[in-house]
């Protein structure tokens, strides 16, 4: 019913920054929280950045996990069904395929994934 796309990953050297771009497209009803994640081979998925609310209208709140906070940013974009998420400052240990999921309610949707790769 809604599909996620996510793209902006890439190669980039510690210190350096990415952009990665999450677009929700299909039938969608009312987009209540874009999250993103992350997973690293052999390592569970765990969650980097939550975007809750309607960013235009509601202004939106942000969480974030401990280990990018200061370095990492999530915005939204409503009227296009988009979410970003900036990344600077980036260590080897961000190495990861980086996931978006988009809350629908009353589901959810997961797109495929974008690698992420720091080198050092």
């Known amino acids: 019913q809604v599909q996620v796309v996510e793209s902006g990953g890439g190669l980039v050297q510690a210190g350096g920054s990415l952009r990665l771009s999450c677009v929700a497209s299909?039938?969608?009803?009312?987009?209540?929280?874009v999250g993103w994640y992350r997973q690293a081979p052999g390592k569970e998925r765990e969650m980097v950045a939550i975007f809750t609310g309607d960013g235009a209208t509601n202004g939106g709140s942000t969480i974030y996990a401990d280990f990018v906070k200061g370095r990492f940013t999530i915005s939204r974009d409503s009227s296009k069904n988009t979410a970003t998420l900036q990344m600077n400052s980036l260590e080897p240990e961000d190495t990861a395929v980086y996931y978006c999921?988009?809350?629908?309610?009353?589901?959810?949707?997961w797109g495929q994934g974008t690698q992420v790769t720091v080198s050092s």
């Open positions: 299909g039938n969608i009803y009312k987009i209540n929280a």
């Open positions: 999921n988009v809350d629908d309610p009353p589901w959810d949707y």
